[in-house]
């Protein structure tokens, strides 16, 4: 089992910057791939970027290109997503997910879920 806790969430105005934290804990040497998703309510779940951890490839969506990163922390087994240049579309509920396969989290599914941590970015 692996374990995964978000942290770094909350409010901020747009144009403005937040950095989202993953901590892994548990059989992590069983995971390829770790990534975050965001949901709104009532819309489909978004994988905004990815990270594959043995090779420390990493995939940002399109949405998101050019403002958010994806970086591990390896001192910490952490994941980190900068978010930067917020605007009121990126308001939603972040998810951390982890895979055992990453062709799993490529397809927009996950084998491990973190709580959650909701952003929310005003105009």
């Known amino acids: 089992q692996v374990q995964l806790v978000e942290s770094g969430g909350g409010s901020v105005q747009a144009g403005g910057s937040l950095t989202l934290s993953c901590a892994a804990s548990g059989y992590t040497r069983t995971i390829d791939c770790m990534g975050w998703f965001r949901q709104v309510p009532g819309k489909g779940r978004e994988r905004v970027a990815q990270?594959?951890?043995?090779?420390?490839?990493?995939y940002i969506a399109d949405s998101v290109e050019g403002r958010f990163t994806i970086a591990q922390d390896n001192a910490r087994n952490t994941l980190n997503l900068q978010m930067n240049k917020l605007n009121p579309e990126d308001t939603a509920m972040y998810y951390c997910a982890a895979a055992l396969a990453c062709i799993t989290m490529g397809a927009d599914r996950g084998d491990y879920w973190g709580q959650g941590t909701q952003v929310t970015v005003s105009s």
């Open positions: 990270f594959w951890l043995r090779t420390g490839a990493a």
